[in-house]
């Protein structure tokens, strides 16, 4: 059985933008499309503010024990005509630090952004299907 | 050959969105989760005006030749840090009414919001996979 790891959910801060970068940036797709380099581009740091402003949008990022980022996750709201005026929930950007993986962390922010969803009051109540 | 019906694309009004709900409405999936009642339920309405204000959002119609709408389309702008912070696009929600079906008018509409993003200006440039 794998070690399940306990993590905390908590919104990005500034000072994450550059560890979830090179999350991002670990897998074949994002290595292609990200730039490492130090100092990080200035783009990732306006797209990051542009995300903090957003009310429809929420970057999270979990923390292990010891206070350390080991995964992020995108939840964004749409509202919409359809489903008489029922919001949607959409879930982007989903990573877990490769030498964190298959101990459970993605299944607790998916987890996470679920209950989020199921918690945020509606006027005609939220919808998920699987 | 189908006859090509030109259409015109125009942001949505408050009038357009009965009109709307019916496309929505009008497919297998779509009759069982909305509710044509006369006058429409406020929801439908009270998500129009959280649509109208969000400025990344763009719900449009396609009007034929006499003004009348013939299909929909919402386009959705997502800002993010992945591939050096470029926002996404995302379409939805695109209907073409049933009687106006397969003359080329949800190409038109998919057509206008690909150059739609397109002509976005972006710090890294836009790109559009197919």
Chains 1, 2 share one sequence.
Do not use: K
């Not at 292990?64 to 929930?89: F, K, N, Y």
């Not at 607790?108 to 998920?128: D, I, N, P, Y």
């Amino acid at each position: 059985m794998p070690v399940i790891s306990e993590v905390t959910i908590r919104r990005t801060r500034r000072e994450d933008v550059g560890v979830i970068v090179a999350m991002l940036a670990d897998d074949p797709l994002g290595g292609a499309r990200e730039r490492i380099e130090d100092p990080l581009p200035r783009s990732y740091f306006t797209a990051f503010e542009q995300l903090a402003r957003d009310p429809n949008i929420l970057l999270v990022v979990a923390e292990d024990g010891e206070g350390a980022v080991v995964g992020c996750l995108q939840l964004c709201i749409l509202p919409g005509l359809s489903s008489q005026g029922a919001s949607r929930g959409l879930i982007e950007d989903v990573r877990v630090a490769s030498h964190c993986r298959s101990r459970g962390i993605g299944e607790q922010m998916v987890q996470w952004a679920v209950e989020r969803l199921g918690f945020a009051r509606s006027h005609v109540g939220m919808t998920l299907r699987f």
